[in-house]
């Protein structure tokens, strides 16, 4: 309580949740080729994603055809090199990046590090993260490889939030395709990434629409 009974002057802004419906700001976080990046890129493009838009490009390595693919397109972009730094410390330098960009969601795509704690609770239940198989089947490394020689008839993508365990969170949207008989290894990782692309759409556009809520592990539509 302040004192004289005035009303306490807290910095009400500082703590309030976020809007769901807010304009969604993108933070895409890439180590390698961004498909999936480039796949999100277009949907906005082509109006696909209303409300939506790329505020910043990170990668992890300098190289990524990914990071260069965003110069192109002349977003904008930056890399903090991972390699050799603590988790915390590079984390910390991207979570500024995010923030100085105003990012609101930060979707993971093709980024092969894991995340510190300090940078899942900065963005609690604002990032994303896309898996090329049908979770909890197949986490980590190599996962279609894993479902083909596994046997598994049914293979697919998951989009999920990222929680502190590896391809764990809550599952926003998941697409299932059959492995045919003619698969190799190859052939089905190339028809779950054609998956993957209209995945992650699907789900920044249900995100981005605000009408969800995480119910335990459940992503539903909010009043139902
Ligand atoms: C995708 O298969 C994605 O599911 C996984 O990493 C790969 C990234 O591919 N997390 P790209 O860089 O988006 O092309």
């Known amino acids: 309580m302040s004192a004289g009974g005035e009303k306490p002057k807290t910095f009400r802004q500082e703590t309030k949740p976020p809007d769901p419906k807010a304009r969604k700001r993108l933070g895409i976080l890439l180590s390698g080729r961004g ?4 796949a999100i890129a277009e949907s906005i493009r082509a109006g696909r994603l209303e409300g939506v838009e790329i505020a910043v490009v990170i990668s992890n390595v300098a190289e990524a055809a990914g990071l260069a693919k965003a110069r192109e397109l002349g977003l904008p972009h930056q890399v903090f090199v991972s390699k050799g730094r603590k988790r ?15 990012v609101n969601l930060v979707c993971l795509a093709g980024y092969m590090r894991m995340l510190s704690a300090e940078f899942v609770a900065a963005f609690h239940n604002r990032i994303l993260n896309i898996h090329p198989s ?10 279609q490889e894993m479902a083909f020689n596994y046997g598994v008839k049914v293979a697919g993508c998951t989009v999920h939030f990222v929680d502190e365990d590896l391809d764990h969170g809550a599952i926003v949207v998941q ?4 492995v045919l008989e003619s698969d190799d290894e190859h052939s ?37």
């Open 175 to 178: 697409r299932a395709i059959p």
């Open 188 to 224: 089905l990782a190339g028809r779950i990434l054609a998956e993957e692309h209209m995945a992650y759409t699907e789900a920044i556009a249900r995100v981005a629409s605000g009408e969800y809520e995480i119910r335990g592990r459940r992503f539903v539509k909010r009043n139902l």
């Open 134 to 143: 049908l979770l909890p089947a197949f986490p980590g490394l190599e996962a």
């Open 88 to 102: 915390q410390e590079h984390d910390a330098e991207m979570i500024a990046c995010l923030r100085a960009h105003g």
């Open 35 to 38: 498909s999936n990046f480039l």
